[in-house]
C-alpha cells in the first residue's frame, strides 16, 4: 500500500497548503508541495486529500470522521505516523479534540500557518519539514495529538492562539514546549513530556449542541432566558465562561438551576486566558454557589477546551460523578 511506513501528510485545508491570487484561493499541487520538501524527508511521505472546509463549516462530527480516516492509514494501511494541515483558526482545537481521543502509538502533528503558501512570509516548507521530521525521530510515538508551529512541537492543551496577523501570535502555558528544532529545517530535540491523557472511545454520535455563554459586566439574562424558553429540549450540555473566578450575575442563577434539574451537564470555566476556577466565596452567583448547586469544575479548561471535552465525555457514555471527574481532570 502507499501509505506502508510513511508519514502520511493529509491535506485537510489551511493557508499552509493553499495559494491566494486577489480573492481567488487554490489548493497546492502534489508536485508543488513535494518541491517543498528536503530530499531526504520527501522519500518518506505520501500525500492524502480530506475535506478543504474553512475553519468555520468544520464540526466536531468532521473532526470525528477526521480521526476514523488517521485510524485507518495507521492502523490498516500501516502508515507510520501521520501529519495534519489545517486552518490557524481552529488549529488548536481541532488538535486538542484529536488528543482526546488518539490511542493510537504513531504520531499525529498538526500543523498550519497565518500566511498562504507562496506568500513573502510563507511557512509552507518549514512546518511540513519539521512536522515530518518530528514524526520520524521516534520522539513523538505514544504521545498523543501534537502541534508544530512557531519552530516547535506543543501539546494541544497547552496552547492558545491570541493573534490572528502575527505569526508569534501563540501562548503555551504552563509549560515550555515539549520539543524544538535545531535549525528551522533541522533535527527535532525533544525537551520534555506531555502531561497524562484520558483517552476516550467514542461510543455515541458527538453532542452537537453545547453552546458557551460568556458572562460580563452587568450581563443581563437575555441570552440565558431565550435559550431556557425556547430551545431547551436541544441542549446537549451548556459552558459557562465565568467572571474571574468563574462568577456570574445573580440573575443567571435560577436558570442555571433549571438546566441542572433536566440532567442536562453544564461545566462551569473562567474567561481569563490563563484562569481557573476559585470557589474562594460565596454569594448570589459565585463560583463557589455555582459548584454547590452541580455545576461541573472546569478548572483551567478555556471555554473551548471544555465544550470538546464535554462533547467527547457525553459521547463516550460518561455520565455524573464519571463525567465530572473526566472534566475536571482527575
Not at 34 to 50: E, G
Not at 93 to 111: C, G, H, M, R
Not at 229 to 236: A, G, H, T, V
Request: contains cysteine.
Amino acid at each position: 500500500m502507499e501509505n506502508r511506513d510513511k508519514i502520511v501528510i493529509l491535506l485537510a485545508g489551511g493557508r499552509i497548503v493553499q495559494r491566494q491570487e486577489s480573492h481567488d484561493v487554490t489548493e497546492l499541487s502534489e508536485d508543488e508541495i513535494f518541491s517543498l520538501l528536503p530530499d531526504d524527508v520527501k522519500n518518506h511521505v505520501a500525500l492524502q486529500k480530506w475535506s478543504f472546509q474553512p475553519a468555520s463549516n468544520y464540526t466536531l462530527r468532521m473532526c470525528g470522521e477526521l480521526i476514523s480516516m488517521i485510524r485507518t492509514f495507521v492502523h490498516d494501511e500501516g502508515a507510520r505516523g501521520v501529519v495534519v494541515t489545517c486552518g490557524i483558526q481552529a488549529l488548536s482545537e481541532i488538535s486538542y479534540f484529536a488528543d482526546l481521543v488518539w490511542d493510537l502509538n504513531p504520531p499525529l502533528i498538526f500543523t498550519g500557518s497565518i500566511f498562504n503558501a507562496g506568500t513573502q512570509n510563507s511557512e509552507t516548507s518549514a512546518r511540513l519539514t519539521q512536522s515530518v521530521r518530528a514524526a520520524l525521530s521516534g520522539a513523538c510515538t505514544g504521545k498523543g495529538a501534537l502541534i508544530c508551529i512557531q519552530d516547535s512541537i506543543y501539546a494541544p492543551a497547552d496552547v492558545l492562539r491570541i493573534s490572528n496577523f502575527n505569526r508569534g501570535g501563540l501562548l503555551a502555558f504552563p509549560e515550555s514546549p515539549l520539543g524544538i528544532f535545531s535549525q528551522p529545517s533541522g533535527n527535532y530535540i525533544p525537551l520534555r513530556f506531555p502531561r497524562h491523557r484520558y483517552v476516550q472511545k467514542l461510543i455515541n454520535p458527538l453532542a452537537r449542541n453545547i453552546p458557551i455563554l460568556n458572562a460580563s459586566l452587568g450581563d443581563s439574562d437575555l441570552i440565558l432566558r431565550s435559550l431556557v424558553e425556547k430551545r431547551f429540549e436541544e441542549l446537549d450540555g451548556l459552558i459557562i465562561s465565568g467572571l474571574g473566578d468563574g462568577d456570574v450575575p445573580s440573575v443567571w442563577v435560577p436558570l442555571l438551576r433549571k438546566i441542572l434539574r433536566s440532567n442536562i451537564p453544564i461545566v462551569l470555566t473562567s474567561r481569563y486566558p490563563d484562569g481557573f476556577v476559585q470557589a474562594t466565596e460565596n454569594y448570589e452567583g459565585s463560583a463557589s454557589q455555582l459548584l454547590e448547586m452541580g455545576l461541573i469544575n472546569g478548572a483551567m479548561l478555556s471555554p473551548y477546551q471544555a465544550r470538546i471535552k464535554l462533547a467527547v465525555g457525553l459521547s463516550a457514555g460518561l455520565e455524573s460523578f464519571e463525567l465530572a471527574e473526566y472534566i475536571h481532570g482527575k
